[in-house]
């Protein structure tokens, strides 16, 4: 499994990103969950947002709930969208997104529990 995270760049405070995580190398099943997070020079990874195929429940990270909105996209079949709107400088980060097929609820906002991720996209916010 490949995932290709894209979409990332330098935006001004207020305004608004899309990401984008496409899979290669399989199909998505039932059961797969496709997770975003960020890391920030110095600090823990993060999580931001996930996704249930299947079900397109979704999770958000207390951060970025409201602002933040993860999509399955419709237009490609393993591709799932991150739309980031009101960005503020703090959102500032390299942005993952990973996928895992056996994910229990408990276990989605955990980086450790994610068994494929992406190379990472840069999202700069300025103030």
């Known amino acids: 499994v490949q995932l290709q995270a894209s979409g990332g760049g330098l935006v001004q405070a207020g305004g608004s990103l899309r990401l984008s995580c496409e899979a290669s190398g399989r199909t998505f099943s039932t059961s797969t969950t496709i997770g975003w997070f960020r890391q920030a020079p110095g600090k823990e990874r993060e999580f931001v947002a996930a996704?249930?195929?299947?079900?397109?429940?979704?999770?958000y990270g207390d951060s970025v709930k409201g602002r933040f909105s993860i999509s399955r996209d419709n237009a490609q079949q393993q591709s799932v969208n991150l739309q980031m709107n009101s960005l503020k400088p703090e959102d500032t980060a390299v942005y993952y997104c990973?996928?895992?097929?056996?994910?229990?609820?408990?276990?989605?906002?955990?980086?450790?529990?994610?068994?494929?991720w992406g190379q990472g996209t840069q999202v700069t916010v300025s103030s």
């Open positions: 996704i249930r195929w299947a079900s397109r429940h979704t999770y």
């Open positions: 990973a996928l895992d097929d056996r994910l229990i609820l408990s276990s989605i906002r955990e980086a450790g529990e994610y068994d494929y």
